[in-house]
Protein backbone atom coordinates (compact mmCIF):
# COMPACT_ATOMS: atom_id res chain seq x y z
CA UNK A 1 0.00 0.00 0.00
CA UNK A 2 2.93 2.39 0.55
CA UNK A 3 4.31 2.13 -2.86
CA UNK A 4 0.75 3.09 -4.06
CA UNK A 5 0.34 5.85 -2.14
CA UNK A 6 3.90 7.03 -3.31
CA UNK A 7 3.23 6.62 -6.96
CA UNK A 8 -0.55 8.15 -6.60
CA UNK A 9 0.90 10.74 -4.40
CA UNK A 10 3.42 11.77 -6.34
CA UNK A 11 1.40 12.31 -9.95
CA UNK A 12 0.42 16.08 -8.56
CA UNK A 13 4.10 17.10 -9.12
CA UNK A 14 3.72 15.95 -12.66
CA UNK A 15 0.32 16.75 -13.66
CA UNK A 16 1.06 20.44 -11.85
CA UNK A 17 3.92 21.38 -14.18
CA UNK A 18 2.22 19.53 -17.18
CA UNK A 19 -1.15 21.48 -16.87
CA UNK A 20 1.24 24.69 -16.14
CA UNK A 21 3.31 24.35 -19.60
CA UNK A 22 -0.12 23.16 -21.37
CA UNK A 23 -1.60 26.10 -20.62
CA UNK A 24 1.82 28.28 -21.57
CA UNK A 25 1.61 26.38 -24.96
CA UNK A 26 -1.94 26.89 -25.66
CA UNK A 27 -1.69 30.33 -24.69
CA UNK A 28 -4.50 29.57 -22.00
CA UNK A 29 -7.32 29.26 -24.96
CA UNK A 30 -8.00 25.75 -24.70
CA UNK A 31 -9.28 25.00 -21.30
CA UNK A 32 -10.55 21.29 -21.55
CA UNK A 33 -7.21 19.97 -21.49
CA UNK A 34 -5.76 22.51 -18.60
CA UNK A 35 -8.74 21.60 -16.78
CA UNK A 36 -8.59 18.04 -17.32
CA UNK A 37 -5.04 18.23 -16.58
CA UNK A 38 -5.28 19.90 -12.94
CA UNK A 39 -8.59 17.36 -12.36
CA UNK A 40 -6.30 14.56 -12.53
CA UNK A 41 -3.29 15.90 -10.35
CA UNK A 42 -5.88 16.40 -7.76
CA UNK A 43 -7.21 13.13 -8.59
CA UNK A 44 -3.95 11.29 -7.96
CA UNK A 45 -3.59 13.67 -4.76
CA UNK A 46 -6.48 12.33 -3.20
CA UNK A 47 -6.13 8.58 -3.90
CA UNK A 48 -2.55 9.27 -2.54
CA UNK A 49 -3.81 10.30 0.63
CA UNK A 50 -6.57 7.83 0.74
CA UNK A 51 -4.15 5.18 0.38
CA UNK A 52 -1.60 6.74 2.97
CA UNK A 53 -3.87 7.20 5.70
CA UNK A 54 -5.10 3.50 4.93
CA UNK A 55 -1.93 2.02 5.17
CA UNK A 56 -1.53 4.14 8.67
CA UNK A 57 -4.40 2.75 10.31
CA UNK A 58 -3.89 -1.23 8.52
CA UNK A 59 -0.03 -1.51 8.09
CA UNK A 60 0.67 -4.87 7.29
CA UNK A 61 -1.89 -6.55 5.51
CA UNK A 62 -2.26 -9.85 4.27
CA UNK A 63 -1.23 -9.31 1.32
CA UNK A 64 2.32 -7.90 1.88
CA UNK A 65 3.19 -10.53 4.00
CA UNK A 66 6.02 -12.60 2.04
CA UNK A 67 4.99 -15.95 3.35
CA UNK A 68 1.46 -15.33 3.66
CA UNK A 69 -1.22 -17.77 2.08
CA UNK A 70 -4.57 -17.44 0.64
CA UNK A 71 -6.24 -18.18 3.50
CA UNK A 72 -4.85 -15.47 5.74
CA UNK A 73 -7.50 -12.65 4.16
CA UNK A 74 -9.74 -12.19 6.96
CA UNK A 75 -12.25 -10.66 4.70
CA UNK A 76 -15.37 -11.55 2.44
CA UNK A 77 -15.02 -10.34 -1.09
CA UNK A 78 -18.31 -11.24 -1.57
CA UNK A 79 -20.12 -13.77 -4.18
CA UNK A 80 -20.33 -14.21 -7.84
CA UNK A 81 -23.83 -15.63 -9.63
CA UNK A 82 -22.74 -17.00 -12.24
CA UNK A 83 -26.66 -17.88 -13.54
CA UNK A 84 -27.69 -14.34 -13.04
CA UNK A 85 -28.88 -12.25 -15.77
CA UNK A 86 -29.34 -9.10 -14.03
CA UNK A 87 -25.78 -8.16 -14.94
CA UNK A 88 -26.71 -8.34 -18.63
CA UNK A 89 -29.63 -6.41 -18.29
CA UNK A 90 -27.81 -3.76 -16.77
CA UNK A 91 -25.23 -3.56 -19.30
CA UNK A 92 -28.09 -3.37 -21.72
CA UNK A 93 -29.22 -0.43 -20.43
CA UNK A 94 -25.97 1.53 -19.71
CA UNK A 95 -24.79 0.73 -23.46
CA UNK A 96 -27.94 2.38 -24.43
CA UNK A 97 -27.75 5.59 -22.65
CA UNK A 98 -23.92 6.04 -24.55
CA UNK A 99 -25.72 5.24 -27.61
CA UNK A 100 -27.59 7.88 -26.60
CA UNK A 101 -25.20 10.55 -26.81
CA UNK A 102 -23.96 9.21 -30.23
CA UNK A 103 -26.95 8.82 -32.13
CA UNK A 104 -30.23 10.40 -30.43
CA UNK A 105 -31.33 11.36 -26.96
CA UNK A 106 -34.21 9.62 -27.46
CA UNK A 107 -33.07 6.78 -26.43
CA UNK A 108 -31.84 7.60 -23.55
CA UNK A 109 -35.07 7.58 -21.23
CA UNK A 110 -35.36 3.94 -22.42
CA UNK A 111 -31.95 2.96 -21.95
CA UNK A 112 -31.96 4.42 -18.27
CA UNK A 113 -35.49 2.55 -17.00
CA UNK A 114 -33.63 -0.75 -18.85
CA UNK A 115 -30.74 -0.02 -16.29
CA UNK A 116 -32.82 0.97 -13.31
CA UNK A 117 -34.64 -1.96 -13.75
CA UNK A 118 -31.19 -4.37 -14.33
CA UNK A 119 -29.76 -2.89 -11.22
CA UNK A 120 -32.84 -3.46 -8.82
CA UNK A 121 -33.13 -7.11 -9.80
CA UNK A 122 -29.14 -7.12 -9.24
CA UNK A 123 -29.74 -5.62 -5.96
CA UNK A 124 -32.45 -7.74 -5.02
CA UNK A 125 -31.94 -10.98 -5.97
CA UNK A 126 -31.39 -12.94 -3.13
CA UNK A 127 -34.50 -11.44 -1.43
CA UNK A 128 -37.24 -13.34 -3.69
CA UNK A 129 -38.09 -15.69 -5.05
CA UNK A 130 -36.41 -19.69 -4.79
CA UNK A 131 -33.09 -17.94 -3.36
CA UNK A 132 -34.61 -15.51 -0.94
CA UNK A 133 -32.94 -15.57 2.53
Known amino acids: MKTGAWI ?12 IVYGFLTDFTEWVGLAGLILVGGMA ?9 WEKKHPQLP ?42 WWIFPFGGVI ?3 GMVGLIYEYDRGKFAH
Open 8 to 19: FGLGIFFFAPVA
Open 63 to 104: MDDIDGEIEDEYYEYGFYSPWSWWPITVATGAALCFVAVAVG
Open 45 to 53: LMIGVYLWT
Open 115 to 117: AIV
